[in-house]
Each structure stands twice: as structure tokens, then as C-alpha cells.
């Protein structure tokens, strides 16, 4: 079986000025001592006029947090008003970009189609794209969830070869349970990443579909990630708000790691 390295991505949202973003990485270096770095990877992912300042502070203090941005536009440059590319990203040092938030969806009308053209530019830049999934609380009580999420996964890799889908973290966001302190169970966490790791072994194979990893969204915070990510197929999390507070997330992600707390 693959090893997965879990991978804690803290979406800052649209929070924290360029100041307010030093300090908070500065928080969470000094929280997170390196040793924990090799059993987790940690990333934030701050608003676009945060990422040099954030760049700036990691290559100079040569912290092994990584950095990425919360989304990007499908189109490498060109009259795209208030659009930001790819290769800007990848000039900037971001490792990944979050593609198809239900943010994105549903306040941007981003569909599919969109989805998928932008997680083939960040892939095309060398940026690794966190596809999010996820339903609404009304396909969960029709019982239509995993459908859902299967098709969302499908439809946003399109195109992709298999060594490419290798290159892709998924992210599995209910969205009832975004920002709304109501945490999906670690067995409603666990079945439907455990459908989305069987439907991608079904279309690329066993070996891509085992060494993709599957992260679980939705009121993260260091008293539920540790049953989280005990289940078979969560490779970690994409914490939202408690990626705000620099000793909470250092405490979150000391418990992927599997402890011992800083
Ligand atoms: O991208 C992060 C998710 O939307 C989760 O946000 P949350 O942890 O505030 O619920």
C-alpha cells in the first residue's frame, strides 16, 4: 500500500492583511518545532496580497512550512481584470492552490468545466491543485453524497492523464459542515474518501489511486483531527477557521502528526 504523507493545508479565506500574515507564520513556526515537519506537511494558503509577504518569511527564515494560493485563473495572462495566473503563482514559490471551493461555486458560479481548466493550469505551472468536492446538505439527506462527489471528482479531473491525477490532492469539504462548527463524523469522513480513492482506482488504476491523497474539510480543529485522520483514507485536513490562530493550528497539526503536543 502507498505511503501518504498527511498534509494539513490552513485556507486563511479572505482574512489577514500582509502584516497580520507575518505575524501569524511567525506564530506558527515558533509553535510547530521542525521535528514534526517530517511526519506532516503543512501549508497555508493565504489571500493573493499576502503570498510575497509570506514568501519573503519562509525562504528567509528557511522554514519548511509551504505556501499556496486559494485560487487562479484558468488563462496564463491577458485582459482577465482582477485575475491571478498561474505562472505569477508559481514565480511567487506556491506549492498549492485550491481549486473549486464551494466558496468558488457557489458565490463565483464557477461549474465544472471552469474547475477542471483550472486544475489543468496549476498542473501546467508545476502548482499542485487541491480539487475540492463536496454536497449540500440536501443531496446528504437524499442520500445522493457520494454520487455527488464522485462526479465532481470526475468532472474536475478531465483531460488528465493518470501520472498527472498522481499530482492532484483532493479535498472533500461536506458543505453543511464549512464554518458552521458542525464536523462531518470520522465514518462520514472516511466513506465517502474511501469512495473517491475507489472510483480513482477504478479510472487510473490501484497505484495512482493509492498514493493520491484525500483530505477531509469542514470545522477542523485540533479536538476532532485526530479521529479524522485515524480513518483509512483521510490523508489530512483543509482547515478553514481554525487555521487562524497560530497555536491552534500548530496543536492541529502536532496531532496529524501523531503527537507528542508542543
Ligand atoms: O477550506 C476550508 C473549509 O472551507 C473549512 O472551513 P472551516 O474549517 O472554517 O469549516
Redesign the pocket.
Known amino acids: 500500500m502507498a505511503t501518504r504523507q498527511p498534509l494539513i493545508a490552513g485556507?486563511w479565506?479572505m482574512n489577514l492583511n500582509h502584516l497580520e500574515a507575518i505575524a501569524l507564520v511567525q506564530k506558527i513556526a515558533f509553535a510547530l518545532p521542525e521535528k514534526y515537519f517530517a511526519k506532516v506537511e503543512v501549508a497555508v494558503l493565504p489571500p493573493f496580497t499576502d503570498i510575497r509577504s509570506v514568501q519573503t518569511l519562509v525562504d528567509g527564515d528557511k522554514l519548511l512550512l509551504r505556501y499556496g494560493a486559494q485560487d487562479l485563473s484558468p488563462h496564463d495572462s491577458g485582459a482577465h481584470t482582477g485575475d491571478v495566473s498561474g505562472p505569477m503563482l508559481a514565480k511567487l514559490g506556491c506549492t498549492y492552490v485550491?481549486v473549486g471551493?464551494?466558496?468558488r461555486r457557489e458565490h463565483h458560479g464557477e461549474d465544472d468545466d471552469l474547475v477542471n481548466r483550472k486544475v489543468r493550469a496549476a498542473l501546467k505551472h508545476g502548482i499542485t491543485p487541491i480539487l475540492c468536492v463536496g454536497e449540500q446538505l440536501e443531496v446528504r439527506e437524499q442520500g445522493g453524497h457520494v454520487e455527488h462527489c464522485n462526479s465532481q471528482l470526475i468532472a474536475g479531473l478531465k483531460g488528465l492523464k493518470a501520472e498527472q491525477v498522481r499530482d492532484v490532492v483532493i479535498a472533500y469539504?461536506p458543505v453543511w459542515?464549512?464554518?458552521?462548527g458542525r464536523v462531518a463524523t470520522p465514518a462520514d469522513a472516511q466513506e465517502v474518501c474511501a469512495a473517491l480513492r475507489a472510483r480513482l482506482a477504478e479510472k487510473y488504476g490501484d497505484e495512482i489511486a493509492g498514493g493520491v491523497r484525500i483530505l477531509y474539510?469542514?470545522?477542523?480543529k485540533s479536538g476532532n483531527i485526530g479521529d479524522l485522520v485515524k480513518q483509512d483514507d483521510v490523508d489530512g485536513a483543509?482547515?478553514?477557521?481554525?487555521s487562524l490562530d497560530g497555536e491552534e493550528f500548530a496543536k492541529l497539526c502536532a496531532l496529524a502528526a501523531g503527537g507528542p503536543l508542543p
Open positions: 485556507n479565506k485550491t471551493h464551494s466558496e469539504e459542515a464549512i464554518g458552521t474539510g469542514g470545522s477542523v483543509l482547515v478553514g477557521g481554525a
